[in-house]
């Protein structure tokens, strides 16, 4: 008999709900995905989030194993089970009450988390950041979304409105960022800044480069491409650095599509950061790439049911 504990992992994105029943151990027996639309209401993301996690407690009673709980990585700030605000790109996803709505649905544990924090907490259970303890987690996309583990937990300050690591200054009379503020990280180091860049320096047309074109075009050794790229990375390394120096990680896990780009990325990412760090706070430190790609999420957020539920 199958003694293992099990959990409904659920990673609600912009698009799409994903699902998985995920063992303690890291094993999926099950996963996939359901569509939102890019204009779903706050009920039809709710009912997707719900027939998703149907799905899975269907395959759990196939399989007869035990669940022991439903975590939840949900864009914007999250705090106690309840979706606050701040997820832009969901309509009218504020105030959602996913632990008293799904825990009564299901009548099982429900357990929720911002949607990077959640796939920090996955990297940290199942993936390039196993066996550590303290881990600064950045993912690298169209914005810079980041996690905190301190101690095997999330970390994310005063009722878990904090860990926006894509949003710390690197230049106070910087560029605008989407946040409202002036000179951030995301602002110079997401893809999308990457792409703006390497657009502008090389006079393409900036809807027909995406990082895969830039990547391929730093391995031919293209003059702009690798300008960019190491501007980009030697910006990541900085933000880093400062990461480093406060919380003094065990592990900095790089995620996010550019992110497995190749080994390549993380070693000028890696050097950037070491340049500037205090040697002291970086004695126990290593830079490593994530390791779960699109299953991050799901195994997360069954990972926050694992570490909170005995
Ligand atoms: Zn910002």
Same mark, same amino acid.
């Given at each position: 008999?199958?003694?293992?504990?099990?959990?409904? =992992?659920?990673?609600?994105?912009?698009?799409?709900?994903?699902?998985?029943?995920?063992?303690?151990?890291? /094993?999926?027996?099950?996963?996939?995905?359901?569509?939102?639309?890019?204009?779903?209401?706050? /009920?039809?993301?709710?009912?997707?989030?719900?027939?998703?996690? %149907?799905?899975?407690?269907?395959?759990?009673?196939?399989?007869?194993? /035990?669940?022991?709980?439903?975590?939840?990585?949900?864009?914007?700030?999250?705090?106690?089970?309840?979706?606050?605000? =701040? @997820?832009?790109?969901?309509?009218?996803?504020?105030?959602?009450?996913?632990?008293?709505?799904?825990?009564?649905?299901?009548?099982?544990?429900?357990?929720?988390?911002?949607?990077?924090?959640?796939?920090?907490?996955?990297?940290? @259970?199942?993936?390039?950041?196993?066996?550590?303890?303290?881990?600064?987690?950045?993912?690298?996309?169209?914005?810079?979304?980041?996690?905190?583990?301190?101690?095997?937990?999330?970390?994310? =300050?005063?009722?878990?409105?904090?860990?926006?690591?894509?949003?710390?200054?690197? /230049?106070?009379?910087?560029?605008?960022?989407?946040?409202?503020?002036?000179?951030?990280?995301?602002?110079?180091?997401?893809?999308?800044?990457?792409?703006?860049?390497?657009?502008?320096?090389?006079?393409?047309?900036?809807?027909?480069?995406?990082?895969?074109?830039?990547?391929?075009?730093?391995?031919?050794?293209?003059?702009?491409?690798?300008?960019?790229? %190491?501007?980009?990375?030697?910006?990541?390394?900085?933000?880093?650095?400062?990461?480093?120096?406060?919380? @003094?990680? %065990?592990?900095?896990?790089?995620?996010?599509?550019?992110?497995?780009?190749? %080994?390549?990325?993380?070693?000028?990412?890696?050097?950037? @950061?070491?340049?500037?760090?205090?040697?002291?706070?970086?004695?126990?430190?290593?830079?490593?790439?994530?390791?779960?790609?699109?299953?991050?999420?799901?195994?997360?957020?069954?990972?926050?049911?694992?570490?909170?539920?005995?």
């Amino acid at each position: 008999m199958n003694k293992l504990r099990y959990a409904v =992992g659920i990673d609600l994105g912009g698009t799409f709900v994903k699902y998985a029943l995920v063992s303690e151990v890291g /094993d999926i027996l099950l996963d996939g995905k359901l569509p939102i639309g890019g204009r779903a209401s706050k /009920d039809d993301t709710l009912e997707a989030i719900k027939s998703s996690i %149907q799905m899975v407690m269907e395959k759990a009673k196939y399989e007869a194993v /035990d669940v022991v709980g439903i975590g939840i990585g949900s864009p914007g700030i999250v705090c106690d089970g309840v979706v606050v605000g =701040g @997820a832009d790109n969901l309509i009218a996803w504020e105030n959602i009450d996913l632990l008293s709505i799904f825990s009564k649905e299901f009548n099982l544990p429900v357990l929720a988390d911002n949607d990077a924090n959640v796939m920090g907490l996955g990297e940290v @259970a199942f993936g390039s950041a196993k066996d550590s303890t303290d881990v600064i987690f950045l993912t690298v996309g169209t914005g810079i979304g980041g996690a905190i583990v301190a101690d095997g937990k999330l970390y994310g =300050g005063y009722k878990n409105r904090g860990a926006e690591m894509g949003h710390v200054t690197i /230049d106070h009379k910087g560029i605008e960022c989407n946040c409202g503020g002036r000179g951030c990280l995301e602002a110079y180091a997401s893809t999308t800044a990457l792409i703006e860049q390497y657009a502008k320096l090389s006079g393409k047309d900036v809807e027909a480069i995406d990082g895969h074109y830039i990547v391929e075009k730093f391995h031919e050794g293209e003059k702009e491409a690798v300008q960019c790229m %190491q501007e980009h990375t030697d910006y990541l390394g900085h933000g880093i650095a400062g990461f480093i120096n406060t919380f @003094a990680p %065990q592990k900095v896990v790089i995620g996010g599509g550019i992110s497995e780009a190749g %080994q390549f990325y993380i070693d000028l990412i890696k050097k950037s @950061a070491f340049s500037y760090v205090m040697p002291d706070c970086a004695k126990y430190t290593d830079v490593v790439g994530a390791t779960l790609g699109n299953n991050a999420g799901c195994l997360g957020a069954a990972s926050l049911i694992f570490k909170n539920i005995d």
